[in-house]
């Protein structure tokens, strides 16, 4: 017999839910508060983003009678306006902020509005803040959170996992037709496509890497190849950037930079990133975000020395609690209001 | 020839000439990196499994494919025994492309069976089973320390864990992919 049902639905209120994720938040906020950060709110809304191949944008309009009218974008993240906080002088600051990527798959751990925790700390560089992100995790655990999300992480260099993966030296295969061959090398059918050194990068990483990452612990993957375009400082005599990204339990849950506070590094990333991003969303019809040229001159002199995470809460709280889905720690999931049921046999 | 991001479970691919039956795909989305489809893929004829990670703008070949009702006959520990119910034609499925099926397949059951050029590529197990409970411990009293579940065995031998309180003889429905247990069910 065919029948169908709504796949990842929940009930509509679910107490310990609901109950949960308020504790969570609070848990945040006051990690944060008696470090003296201080809680900032900026905008969801902005007629400029910085410029992200990997992210696909929503767009919207601001419509007045009284003004000119203004295409506007969904944050992606909310790292544009705190950055500009920090110029201006606001030392230590954290915010939980609702972003939204459009074009993602929804899945068990993808629904296109999410909440990120994001947080900068002055004088500080992505090692200072392992160190950080491990305290909070230990003040967020709860008696049922499983050991794979518990302190001490583990940290492992980005290039120690592909040695200890495939057996491939990092440095080795800088050049594209190098880590290219390795790819082939390896068994991956070469794609009709045109790649770059990133993508094959990623098919290697993806296909034989990351699903046999150690997962007894949360896994800090440090110093990411500088080929990967990110606003993450170089790090210094090496072709890595300063960056890593957390694991818990197999699932990518942040984001770390020592943040790039040159400016003509950062107008350089500008140009480069929106030059790839134009060429490709003019192929695909995506949104091509505006951007603000002159973004780059908050860098200046004064700008502090700092580091930044962004950590997904969604994926946190699913991970602390040991959810499956994110449907499951969503009070309203897209998918259960937007998308198509599922069709299946049943027995 | 479709989108990478549209291989979906089940489905049947060209690669490298040959047939590849989609176990397993995932979306991934690397921190600052573009979408990618996981797939897992395994060879009905050898059993091999082959992992890819393909842009979800790729294209790959999707190939053309039956679904025939057939009887599952029995296994002889290295073959499947069919039997397409319309033709009362026989046919054998190595048992080793899939391995855990002969724990979720009845004898004498009828399973929709995906052909290629009068090929067996897949066999299509339903999302929920009621399997009969062919073996059960008594639950010892006062355990429940482990979420008060068990293991117990199915007709087909499937290994479930399942609540205290189900006994040998007793209908139980099974998700055939996480292969957990899902409710009683009442005669």
């Known amino acids: 017999m065919l029948s169908t049902f709504r796949s990842g639905s929940i009930p509509a209120m679910d107490r310990e839910l609901v109950r949960n994720r308020s504790l969570l938040n609070q848990g945040i906020r006051n990690h944060f508060i008696t470090r003296d950060y201080l809680e900032v709110e900026t905008p969801v809304l902005s ?6 191949t990997s992210i696909e944008n929503f767009e919207t309009q601001f419509r007045s009678d009284f003004h000119p009218h203004r295409t506007c974008y969904l944050i992606p993240s909310p790292e ?18 609702r972003c939204f990527r459009n074009s993602e798959q929804i899945g068990p751990l993808h629904n296109p509005e999410f909440t990120m925790l994001e947080w900068y700390t002055m004088e500080a560089d992505y090692i200072d803040s392992i160190a950080e992100t491990e305290e909070l995790f230990g003040s967020l655990a709860q008696p049922h959170t499983p050991e794979h999300m518990l302190p001490p992480f583990r940290r492992m260099s980005m290039a120690q996992a592909f040695w200890d993966g495939v057996g491939i030296d990092l440095e080795k295969v800088q050049s594209f037709s ?4 390795a ?23 993806l296909t034989f890497i990351e699903p046999g990452l150690p997962q007894d612990h949360p896994l800090v993957l440090t110093d990411y190849p500088h080929q990967i375009r990110t606003l993450a400082k170089r790090k210094a005599g090496t072709p890595y950037r300063e960056r890593w990204e957390l694991y818990g339990g197999g ?27 134009i060429e490709q969303r003019t ?15 908050i860098f200046d002199a004064a700008f502090p020395r700092c580091s930044g995470v962004a950590l997904g809460v969604d994926r946190l709280f699913m991970a602390i609690h040991a959810i499956k889905t994110i449907q499951g720690v969503i009070l309203f999931p897209f998918s259960d209001r937007i998308l198509y049921r599922t069709e299946r046999y049943e027995s | 020839m479709i989108k990478a991001g549209q291989i979906d479970k089940g489905m049947a691919l060209l690669v490298k000439g040959q047939p590849f039956i989609v176990v397993d795909r995932e979306f991934v989305n690397p921190g600052k990196g573009s979408a990618f489809v996981r797939v897992k893929m395994k060879s009905p004829t050898t059993g091999q499994v082959l992992r890819e990670t393909i842009k979800t703008q790729e294209s790959v070949e999707d190939i053309m494919v039956d679904d025939k009702d057939c009887q599952y006959l029995y296994n002889d520990g290295e073959m499947y025994h069919f039997m397409d119910t319309e033709t009362f034609e026989q046919f054998e499925i190595p048992m080793k492309s899939f391995e855990d099926y002969q724990f979720l397949m009845k004898d004498g059951e009828s399973y929709r069976v995906t052909m290629w050029e009068s090929r067996p590529l897949n066999i299509v197990i339903p999302f929920k089973v009621v399997y009969e409970v062919a073996e059960a411990e008594d639950a010892v009293k006062g355990d429940t320390v482990n979420g008060a579940s068990k293991i ?16 040998q003889g007793e209908k139980i429905l099974v998700n055939t992919e996480t292969k957990e247990y899902l409710e009683r069910v009442n005669n």
């Not at chain 1, 984001?255 to 990333?269: K, L």
């Open chain 1, 47 to 52: 007629p400029t983003l910085i410029p992200e």
């Open chain 1, 80 to 97: 544009i306006h705190m950055k500009q906080l920090i110029a201006r002088g606001s030392g230590n600051i954290f915010q939980l902020a």
């Open chain 1, 178 to 181: 190098q880590i290219r061959t």
């Open chain 1, 183 to 205: 790819a082939e090398k390896l068994g991956l059918t070469p794609t009709a496509m045109r790649t770059t050194w990133e993508d094959e990068f990623n098919r290697i990483f």
């Open chain 1, 251 to 277: 699932v990518e849950l942040a984001n770390c930079y020592s943040e790039e506070t040159d400016s003509t590094e950062v107008a350089a990333f500008f140009a480069q990133e929106y030059a790839s991003l």
């Open chain 1, 283 to 297: 192929a695909s019809g995506g949104v091509i975000p505006d951007i603000d040229d002159s973004y780059h001159t």
């Open chain 2, 152 to 167: 117990v065995v199915t007709e087909t031998g499937l290994k479930v864990k399942v609540p205290i309180f189900i006994k």
